[in-house]
């Protein structure tokens, strides 16, 4: 199973779409390494540089309907090339939701107040989060402050990122 | 309890219920097109599982990047193509019988009422317009459809929407999918299917029907469902006369693909459209819609008419009708992608490429090209292009650039126009 602990990267806007996660024309690389550079070149973010602000950040926390727009699995791949293997949000698209889970990453929905309340207490402090996915919850640090944040997580989803992804799974069953 | 089309299907292709809503469903169909099935194929390579499920339910085409601008898509295609000899899948579109994916499959029939259909395109969802669920997916879960015919996805919840009205003239099924995104949200009917209902779907051909269904994910939604009837009976009687006796007995067994009087929806809409202008986008998102008078005069410097939306015989009727014995703008460039080469060949024989080409049109081959910036229309930085196309999102056809949705009426007479307007030929 992969890591889901580390520093986290808030952006604070909903409808990020796949497009400004990983732009169409680099989908003809084959590989996923070639698409670490690329990660949110086009995120259309006052104040968010990639460049600068994307290093050494594991997570991700942002507003809903992260990840709609195109099916392309490139974008869970650009972010897992840069380190990030758990996005969490008020709500995500669909295909991208599965395709996280289905490369064995963790795609964890908070109703809107939970992230609005972190947004306000974290998101301008160095923060980190800590998984527990043994007992359904995050330790979330930072501005000298913990807090416990507890999160569900679909009996399905969870075989997925057990077995490492959907490949594995279906192959096993079908 | 009454079900709705997409769990009537569901029910009909159910294999298993891994957790609590999670359906595994069985696939009457996997397409592929080069951009996102060579990762499929090369990780199924590095598996030792270079197999797939039934060579005669795959079907493959080169649509995104044709012919091939690079050594990378190059090397792209000849994946794709290398796979489809070596597995014998016949039904591989490949330059010069090549068109885009969502209008080339339901062209020869692949496409029927009742059908689950995965591809690894969001756009995948235009195929419920024949009454069939069809689900855009990511790069895994093609793989398991291509190794297995299955794919897993919650149980289906519909939103219904019963478009009322007539549609005024110069108003297109485009006007009315942004109208129903501009309502929605671009987040309105994420996880959720849409059945489209109504005097005005029904009045459609099975091209606006497309159309319809094609943006049902710039709302989220999961797949669009227009209800099988004479029109789609119609469009595919060719590749169904052998089994069916008659036209009405092919309607007789479709009907089955009609949801139940009593079906349970999530919401009921009422959209009436008898006072629908004709729209466009502004901004990074396709919910983002204004009517074209409250755009009017917005300085264009491309014009695209194609894509998997509308590039379709009847969309390039409707935009040579607006063209013809007109020049697009000085400063304009004009380019028009027929979807697939039964279109370009109608369009030729109707006399529209010419149109299109005296007026000082570019016409390419049938391909995606702009309309996802990989080609044959990138932007500059700071460009701005009236589309036909169905994502706006902020670098989509080239970074830097901006792009207005809207009908090909509206980008035809904005191309002569050399700013966004409407057609003059619908004033009264
Ligand atoms: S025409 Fe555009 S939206 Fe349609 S399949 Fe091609 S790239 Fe995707």
């Given at each position: 199973?992969?890591?889901?602990?580390?520093?986290?990267?808030?952006?604070?806007?909903?409808?990020?779409n796949t497009d400004e996660i990983i732009p169409a024309r680099y989908l003809t690389e084959i590989s996923k390494e070639a698409l670490k550079p690329y990660l949110f070149e086009e995120i259309h973010l006052d104040g968010f540089d990639p460049r600068r602000d994307l290093a050494g950040k594991k997570i991700i926390i942002t507003r809903s309907n992260f990840g709609c727009g195109s099916s392309r699995e490139h974008a869970p791949w650009a972010l897992e090339v840069n380190g990030i293997k758990l996005v969490i949000a008020a709500s995500f698209a669909r295909i991208f939701r599965q395709?996280?889970?289905?490369?064995?990453?963790?795609?964890?929905?908070?109703?809107?107040?939970r992230i609005d309340h972190l947004f306000e207490e974290f998101a301008s402090h160095k923060t980190t989060i800590t998984t527990d996915l043994a007992r359904n919850r995050f330790t979330v640090a930072g501005a000298g402050k913990q807090e416990e944040v507890p999160f569900s997580l679909p009996a399905f989803d969870r075989a997925l990122i057990q077995v490492g992804g959907w490949v594995e799974y279906a192959d096993a069953r079908y | 309890m009454g079900k709705s089309v997409a769990e009537k299907i569901f029910d009909s292709h159910f294999i298993d219920n891994p957790a609590d809503d999670v359906c595994v469903i069985r696939l009457d169909a996997v397409f592929c097109h080069e951009i996102t099935t060579p990762v499929a194929i090369n990780d199924l390579v590095r598996r030792g599982k270079d197999r797939v499920f039934d060579p005669r339910k795959i079907k493959a085409v080169i649509d995104h990047v044709t012919p091939a601008k690079d050594s990378k898509t190059a090397a792209q295609g000849k994946i794709l193509r290398d796979w489809a000899r070596r597995h014998q899948i016949r039904d591989f579109f490949d330059i010069g019988r090549n068109g885009i994916c969502h209008a080339i499959f339901p062209e020869k029939g692949f496409v029927r009422p009742g059908f689950?259909?995965?591809?690894?395109?969001?756009?995948?969802?235009?195929?419920?317009?024949?009454?069939?669920?069809?689900?855009?997916?990511?790069?895994?879960?093609?793989?398991?459809?291509i190794l297995k015919g299955v794919c897993a996805f919650h149980y289906p919840q519909t939103i219904k929407i019963n478009i009322q009205g007539t549609l005024p003239a110069g108003v297109f099924a485009k006007d009315v999918i942004l109208s129903i995104i501009a309502r929605l949200g671009v987040n309105g009917a994420t996880n959720k299917i849409i059945e489209f209902d109504g005097p005005v779907v029904e009045a459609m051909s099975m091209e606006a029907r497309m159309t319809l269904c094609n943006m049902a994910i710039e709302a989220g939604a999961t797949c669009g469902i227009c209800y099988p009837d004479e029109v789609t009976v119609d469009y595919l009687w060719d590749f169904i006369q052998d089994e069916f006796a008659s036209r009405p007995a092919a309607l007789a067994a479709y009907q089955q693909f009609k949801p139940d009087p009593d079906a349970q929806y999530e919401a009921v809409v009422d959209h009436d459209v008898a006072q629908l202008e004709p729209l466009v986008t502004f901004g990074y998102r396709p919910d983002l819609v204004r009517p074209v008078k409250a755009m009017e005069g917005t300085q264009i410097d491309q014009v695209y008419i194609g894509s998997c939306t509308n590039g379709r015989i009847e969309d390039l009727r409707v935009a040579a009708q607006v063209i013809k014995g007109r020049q697009v703008h000085a400063a304009v460039r004009g380019i028009v992608a027929p979807a697939t080469p039964q279109v370009?060949?109608?369009?030729?024989?109707?006399?529209?490429?010419?149109?299109?080409?005296?007026?000082?049109?570019?016409?390419?081959?049938?391909?995606?090209?702009?309309?996802?910036?990989?080609?044959?229309?990138?932007?500059?930085?700071?460009?701005?292009?009236?589309?036909?196309?169905?994502?706006?999102?902020?670098?989509?056809?080239?970074?830097?650039?901006?792009?207005?949705?809207?009908?090909?009426a509206t980008a035809a007479a904005s191309a002569i126009a050399g700013c966004i307007t409407n057609s003059k030929i619908y004033r009264s």
């Amino acid at each position: 199973m992969k890591n889901f602990n580390g520093t986290v990267l808030f952006l604070n806007r909903a409808d990020i779409n796949t497009d400004e996660i990983i732009p169409a024309r680099y989908l003809t690389e084959i590989s996923k390494e070639a698409l670490k550079p690329y990660l949110f070149e086009e995120i259309h973010l006052d104040g968010f540089d990639p460049r600068r602000d994307l290093a050494g950040k594991k997570i991700i926390i942002t507003r809903s309907n992260f990840g709609c727009g195109s099916s392309r699995e490139h974008a869970p791949w650009a972010l897992e090339v840069n380190g990030i293997k758990l996005v969490i949000a008020a709500s995500f698209a669909r295909i991208f939701r599965q395709n996280m889970f289905n490369c064995g990453m963790l795609a964890v929905e908070l109703p809107p107040a939970r992230i609005d309340h972190l947004f306000e207490e974290f998101a301008s402090h160095k923060t980190t989060i800590t998984t527990d996915l043994a007992r359904n919850r995050f330790t979330v640090a930072g501005a000298g402050k913990q807090e416990e944040v507890p999160f569900s997580l679909p009996a399905f989803d969870r075989a997925l990122i057990q077995v490492g992804g959907w490949v594995e799974y279906a192959d096993a069953r079908y | 309890m009454g079900k709705s089309v997409a769990e009537k299907i569901f029910d009909s292709h159910f294999i298993d219920n891994p957790a609590d809503d999670v359906c595994v469903i069985r696939l009457d169909a996997v397409f592929c097109h080069e951009i996102t099935t060579p990762v499929a194929i090369n990780d199924l390579v590095r598996r030792g599982k270079d197999r797939v499920f039934d060579p005669r339910k795959i079907k493959a085409v080169i649509d995104h990047v044709t012919p091939a601008k690079d050594s990378k898509t190059a090397a792209q295609g000849k994946i794709l193509r290398d796979w489809a000899r070596r597995h014998q899948i016949r039904d591989f579109f490949d330059i010069g019988r090549n068109g885009i994916c969502h209008a080339i499959f339901p062209e020869k029939g692949f496409v029927r009422p009742g059908f689950t259909i995965i591809m690894g395109d969001s756009h995948t969802c235009t195929y419920g317009a024949f009454g069939a669920f069809a689900a855009g997916v990511g790069t895994t879960d093609l793989e398991v459809g291509i190794l297995k015919g299955v794919c897993a996805f919650h149980y289906p919840q519909t939103i219904k929407i019963n478009i009322q009205g007539t549609l005024p003239a110069g108003v297109f099924a485009k006007d009315v999918i942004l109208s129903i995104i501009a309502r929605l949200g671009v987040n309105g009917a994420t996880n959720k299917i849409i059945e489209f209902d109504g005097p005005v779907v029904e009045a459609m051909s099975m091209e606006a029907r497309m159309t319809l269904c094609n943006m049902a994910i710039e709302a989220g939604a999961t797949c669009g469902i227009c209800y099988p009837d004479e029109v789609t009976v119609d469009y595919l009687w060719d590749f169904i006369q052998d089994e069916f006796a008659s036209r009405p007995a092919a309607l007789a067994a479709y009907q089955q693909f009609k949801p139940d009087p009593d079906a349970q929806y999530e919401a009921v809409v009422d959209h009436d459209v008898a006072q629908l202008e004709p729209l466009v986008t502004f901004g990074y998102r396709p919910d983002l819609v204004r009517p074209v008078k409250a755009m009017e005069g917005t300085q264009i410097d491309q014009v695209y008419i194609g894509s998997c939306t509308n590039g379709r015989i009847e969309d390039l009727r409707v935009a040579a009708q607006v063209i013809k014995g007109r020049q697009v703008h000085a400063a304009v460039r004009g380019i028009v992608a027929p979807a697939t080469p039964q279109v370009f060949r109608q369009a030729l024989q109707e006399g529209i490429i010419k149109t299109f080409m005296e007026a000082g049109f570019c016409v390419t081959n049938p391909t995606c090209g702009a309309c996802l910036g990989m080609s044959t229309g990138v932007l500059a930085e700071g460009e701005v292009c009236a589309s036909t196309t169905n994502r706006n999102f902020k670098g989509r056809m080239g970074k830097g650039g901006m792009v207005h949705l809207m009908s090909p009426a509206t980008a035809a007479a904005s191309a002569i126009a050399g700013c966004i307007t409407n057609s003059k030929i619908y004033r009264s």
